[in-house]
């Protein structure tokens, strides 16, 4: 597959990307070089290979689910200027 400069600056509109004639032209060869690398990819064999998620097998490390922490809401927003209900107060910004 191959791309031309009216796909090329079709996708630049899409994307809104301003492109003079000279990036097109530019970017046409680029993009025509990432696609030609794509379909060396599907030459490829992968016949009998697993799907994986990563290079080496392994298992994820998990924490117990417990507070360890907390109940420090009154010393979170001790140096705020104005609080309610341990709620920091902000000026309003949007009508």
């Known amino acids: 597959m191959s791309v031309d400069l009216a ?33 060396q990819l599907s030459e490829v064999d992968v016949s009998g290979v697993e799907p994986m998620t990563s290079v080496t097998p392994m298992v994820m490390r998990k924490r117990q689910d417990v507070v360890t922490d907390g109940n420090k809401a009154d010393d979170i927003v001790a140096n705020a200027p104005e609080t309610d209900r341990n709620f920091f107060l902000v000026p309003k910004v949007v009508e």
């Open 7 to 39: 796909t090329v600056k079709r996708v630049a509109h899409l994307a809104r990307i301003a492109l003079n004639d000279e990036d097109a032209e530019r970017m046409m060869g680029e993009l025509n070089g990432i696609l030609g690398f794509v379909e």
